[in-house]
């Protein structure tokens, strides 16, 4: 008899709607290179059945991406994320800057720019939009080289030790 009232009670919770009500995110996480570089990330919102909506914030101080000493970034991104059923959409903003050397010995000081960079996945593949500005020149992002757009993924795969 008890297995019957345990089965019924399992029914009647995964059958409630009100059992998966909006949940509230609060997560940070902090990552230290080896040469005392530092990526603070945290993140903030709700996630319910079948959406989301949250906010995160990165900081790179002196952060060496590859931990190689020769280069290391500083700046601050936030991105926004919103889920339906349907869509994702990230927009992004905020500025980083890649400053040292790159694997020739090459002065390297770069500055990459994200203004309302908006990421739409809809099930046909993403779709860009916005502005990206690479030291100082603007460039529509959903005219961006196939080239640059995977330099523009690699800057946002920070947003992965969240």
């Known amino acids: ?25 609060e997560r940070s996480t902090t990552v ?37 000493q020769t280069l290391s970034a500083n700046g601050s991104l936030a991105r926004t994320h919103e889920r339906s059923s349907e869509t994702v959409t990230n927009t992004y903003n905020g500025s980083v800057t890649l400053s040292g050397t790159d694997k020739e010995g090459k002065p390297v000081s770069d500055t990459l720019a ?23 020149t603007s460039i529509d ?3 961006l080289p196939e080239a640059a757009k995977q330099r523009l993924r690699s800057v946002l795969r920070l947003f992965e030790f969240d």
Do not use: C, Y
């Open 141 to 143: 992002a959903a005219q």
């Open 32 to 68: 230290t290179d080896s040469f005392g570089g530092k990526l603070a990330i945290s993140t903030n919102g709700s996630i319910e059945i079948p959406g989301a909506d949250t906010a995160t914030q990165v900081a790179l101080l002196n952060f060496h991406p590859h931990d190689k």
């Open 114 to 136: 994200l203004q309302n960079v908006q990421v739409v996945r809809d099930g046909s593949g993403p779709v860009f939009s916005g502005t990206v500005v690479f030291n100082g």
């Open 1 to 25: 008899m008890t297995r019957i009232a345990w089965l019924a009670a399992l029914a009647a919770f995964s059958l409630s709607s009100s059992a998966f009500a909006a949940l509230t995110l």
